[in-house]
């Protein structure tokens, strides 16, 4: 059986449907899976989160869905993609996934932030998936923890939407609330 797919639209859903929905998709064990490396993948993660083999775009969603279910992140800090009987180097330029979506519930310490991945996943920050501000050459570069030391880059119009927030509640400095963890927006996290 499937892993339940989110509607097109998270507007239709509350953030109690969305923190169902992500504690429903079931993953494999990767990293309890420990076979021996066998080379490279051929693949490619682009900064804009698009899924390359041999140079080619993956096309179809239904796979990079797949093959992200089963990538993880090295103690090195390098990504493979892993089963039970090999493990392949995935190159990744900066974050394998992609925040596109952002829903917000709530205000100030009682809010709650939900993200859409690229691939449909969904993500609550809060305690275990925290959201960091770094500091890059193109100005603030905003990412949110997903899963086993994955993380996601928040889309250009996705940090605006948070800075947005931020403003309109005042912060100094900007700054945000989800599930009861405060993420500060200064680029120091």
């Known amino acids: ?6 509607p097109a639209d998270l507007s239709t859903l509350s953030l109690a449907d969305i923190a169902r929905l992500a504690d429903e998709r079931k993953l494999p064990p990767v990293e309890s899976w420990n076979p021996s490396h066998c080379g490279h993948s051929g693949m490619r993660i682009a900064r804009d989160g698009t899924w390359f083999h041999e140079g080619s775009p993956i096309g179809r969603p239904a796979m990079v869905r797949l093959f992200s279910t089963i990538l993880r ?9 892993v089963t039970p009987v090999e493990k392949l180097d995935i190159d990744v330029e900066d974050a394998p996934f992609i925040a596109v979506e952002l829903k917000t519930d709530g205000e100030g310490r009682e809010r709650s932030l939900a993200f859409r991945l690229n691939t449909d996943d969904l993500v609550v920050a809060g305690p275990e998936h925290p959201i960091r501000f770094e500091t890059g050459e193109d100005g603030p570069r905003p990412y949110i923890d997903v899963r086993r030391g994955l993380r996601a880059l928040l889309a250009r119009p996705v940090y605006y939407e948070l800075a947005e927030l931020s403003l309109a509640e005042g912060q100094d400095p900007p700054s945000l609330w989800s599930n009861g963890v405060f993420f500060p927006m200064d680029g120091g996290s």
Not at 1 to 6: G, H, K, Q
Not at 73 to 81: A, N, Q, T
Request: hydrophobic letters at 35%; aromatic letters at 0%; proline letters at 20%.
């Open 1 to 6: 059986m499937s892993a339940p797919v989110p």
């Open 73 to 81: 992140r090295e103690p090195d800090g390098s990504h493979v993609l």
